[in-house]
């Protein structure tokens, strides 16, 4: 069974900082492209960052500069760092990854479970 687990969250002040680690587990052949999500209440899930194996990243706009994605493939893991933290940064963020099954040809998407970010002002 495969799964992504999510830490890190908590509660942040105004003008701190995050960092969310996200690990896959079980059995696999190999991890593709990883992600971060956040959902705020009220809110449709939203795009965040993304990051290849080879290490190429891709950011929401208005995102980039104040969160970086990293990932080290000989832990299975992905990394979201924040700085500058605002109150509308407060959401339930989601690793997200395109892992690939043992006896399976095909890529398919996995999701964690989600952990909170909550800013407080």
């Known amino acids: 069974q495969v799964q992504l687990v999510e830490s890190g969250g908590g509660l942040v002040q105004t003008g701190g900082s995050l960092r969310l680690s996200c690990a896959a587990s079980?059995?696999?052949?190999?991890?593709?492209?990883m992600a971060w999500y956040r959902q705020a209440p009220g809110n449709e899930r939203e795009f965040v960052a993304a990051?290849?194996?080879?290490?190429?990243?891709d950011y929401e706009n208005s995102l980039q500069g104040r969160f970086k994605i990293s990932r080290d493939n000989a832990k299975n893991a992905t990394y979201l760092e924040g700085i500058s933290l605002e109150p509308a940064d407060t959401a339930v963020y989601f690793c997200?990854?395109?892992?690939?099954?043992?006896?399976?040809?095909?890529?398919?998407?996995?999701w964690g479970q989600g952990t909170q970010v909550t800013v407080s002002s």
């Open positions: 997200n990854a395109q892992i690939r099954q043992i006896a399976k040809s095909s890529y398919a998407a996995y």
């Open positions: 990051i290849t194996s080879g290490g190429t990243t």
């Open positions: 079980g059995n696999f052949f190999g991890i593709g492209l």
